[in-house]
T-cell receptor
Framework: NAGVTQTPKFQVLKTGQSMTLQCAQDMNHNSMYWYRQDPGMGLRLIYYSASEGTTDKGEVPNGYNVSRLNKREFSLRLESAAPSQTSVYFC????????????FGSGTQLSVL | GEDVEQSLFLSVREGDSSVINCTYTDSSSTYLYWYKQEPGAGLQLLTYIFSNMDMKQDQRLTVLLNKKDKHLSLRIADTQTGDSAIYFCAESMGYIPTFGRGTSLIVHP
């Protein structure tokens, strides 16, 4: 049982390049989330998907787009990467029944030069 | 301002108890959580408490909730070097947990 799988683990981009971070969960969870973690800032929510077919903005959505491809997969896209998007990105999932115990992936470390 | 606040660092000696504190602002929070993050890894849920409880114990972990003061604490008994990590407090009402900035626990011999 893999839980939440994120790819890639590391990525270096040049300013203006685009890329998609992939996330998949095998726990039949309804809700999925994308967070970024920056030193001293804790976790900040970028986007979330309460259920298949829905997505909503979080605290810091600018510069990102998401796709809830199916119940298992939730991808995060950077259309034109900026140095301010250098961060560690975490995908998470939860049952979505009110007690939101989150299960996290191992993260993607992204550097934008 | 922050919804969930934690001190950034805590240093303890191996074998001592650690107490990590958290304050939150949303009085309608239904669940409060503690997560642990080890270096290079994602967050892992340690424990959680429902808002109508005052205390929850799970082996070496004790969670205390003071709803009146909106204060949550995590006590780790007999702290070991393997407990060195960042600990995050989070509150939840509905789908979206809100996390604190995390407390780095350093355990030294």
């Amino acid at each position: 049982n893999a839980g939440v799988t994120q790819t890639p683990k590391f990525q270096v981009l040049k300013t203006g390049q685009s890329m998609t971070l992939q996330c998949a969960q095998d726990m039949n969870h309804n809700s999925m989330y994308w967070y970024r973690q920056d030193p001293g800032m804790g976790l900040r929510l970028i986007y979330y998907s309460a259920s298949e077919g829905t997505t909503d903005k979080g605290e810091v959505p600018n510069g990102y787009n998401v796709s809830r491809l199916n119940k298992r997969e939730f991808s995060l896209r950077l259309e034109s990467a900026a140095p301010s998007q250098t961060s560690v990105y975490f995908c998470a999932s939860s049952e979505g029944q009110g007690n939101e115990k989150l299960f996290f992936g191992s993260g993607t470390q992204l550097s934008v030069l | 301002g922050e919804d969930v606040e934690q001190s950034l660092f805590l240093s303890v000696r191996e074998g001592d108890s650690s107490v990590i504190n958290c304050t939150y602002t949303d009085s309608s929070s239904t669940y409060l959580y503690w997560y642990k993050q080890e270096p290079g890894a994602g967050l892992q849920l340690l424990t959680y408490i429902f808002s109508n409880m005052d205390m929850k114990q799970d082996q070496r972990l004790t969670v205390l909730l003071n709803k009146k003061d909106k204060h949550l604490s995590l006590r780790i008994a007999d702290t070991q070097t393997g407990d060195s990590a960042i600990y995050f407090c989070a509150e939840s009402m509905g789908y979206i947990p809100t996390f604190g900035r995390g407390t780095s626990l350093i355990v030294h011999p």
